[in-house]
């Protein structure tokens, strides 16, 4: 948070909170030719919609101040809402095991048109040789980036037919990469009273996953 009364460090204590949520719909035709009894290879492409809300909040206490100005318990709130769609198109292979079992791994890239609207709103409080000083700067930005994305995985799965029910398991580690994602606004320079900058950050999401699906 800037204030132009206060010297760095404006506040000895901030406290943030961060939620991210993201929806991801991909609708696919997929091709799947065998090399083998036990090696398969696979090719797919699409569409890929992105659907992405990102909610900043900090506050701040234990403001600057010396003996004459004085910074107040002051807060900001960014929020930034995203839609993206695209063309989608990846190929990834199957290594069958015995019991069931087979070895997997896939990979896929999309490059979406996102539409990124973001908000940014602080309270700076203070106060100038005693008199109270408040500043409510609001900013509101709209703007189209174009994001490639790149998705990967690799898994141990488990498919079995009970009668006309298909059952498939799989547990896999996913890495998936996004460009040009995060563009909450903050601030550029702590020489400039109020400069709100918005810069193109990226978005990596990686972890194990598990997945179930039935078909008939």
């Excluded at 000895?12 to 961060?18: F, I, V």
């Excluded at 910074?71 to 019991?99: I, Q």
């Excluded at 490639?148 to 037919?161: I, M, N, R, T």
């Excluded at 996953?209 to 039935?214: G, L, R």
Aim: proline residues 4%.
């Amino acid at each position: 948070l800037q204030a132009a009364i206060a010297e760095f460090p404006v506040y000895s204590n901030a406290k943030g909170t961060y939620l991210f949520l993201m929806n991801l719909i991909d609708i696919e035709l997929a091709y799947k030719g065998c090399i083998s009894d036990f090696f398969s290879l696979f090719v797919h492409g699409g569409l890929k919609f992105m659907l992405t809300d990102q909610t900043f909040r900090a506050r701040y206490s234990g403001g600057f101040f010396d003996g004459t100005n004085q910074m107040l318990d002051s807060y900001a709130h960014s929020k930034l809402k995203g839609t993206g769609a695209g063309p989608r198109m990846g190929f990834g292979s199957e290594w069958k095991l015995p019991k069931d079992f087979s070895l997997l791994a896939a990979m896929a890239g999309a490059f979406l048109l996102n539409s990124s609207e973001a908000k940014r709103k602080d309270q700076s409080i203070g106060t100038i040789s005693g008199v109270p000083q408040t500043i409510f700067p609001v900013l509101h930005m709209h703007a189209w980036v174009v994001c490639p994305l790149f998705e990967g995985k690799a898994g141990l799965g488990w498919q079995h037919c009970f009668g006309a029910t298909q059952l498939d398991l799989l547990l896999a580690y996913e890495f998936n990469h996004y460009w040009a994602v995060n563009m909450l606004p903050r601030y550029a320079d702590s020489a400039i009273f109020y400069m709100p900058y918005t810069g193109k950050g990226n978005l990596t999401v990686q972890g194990a996953s598990f997945t179930i699906s039935v078909g008939y």
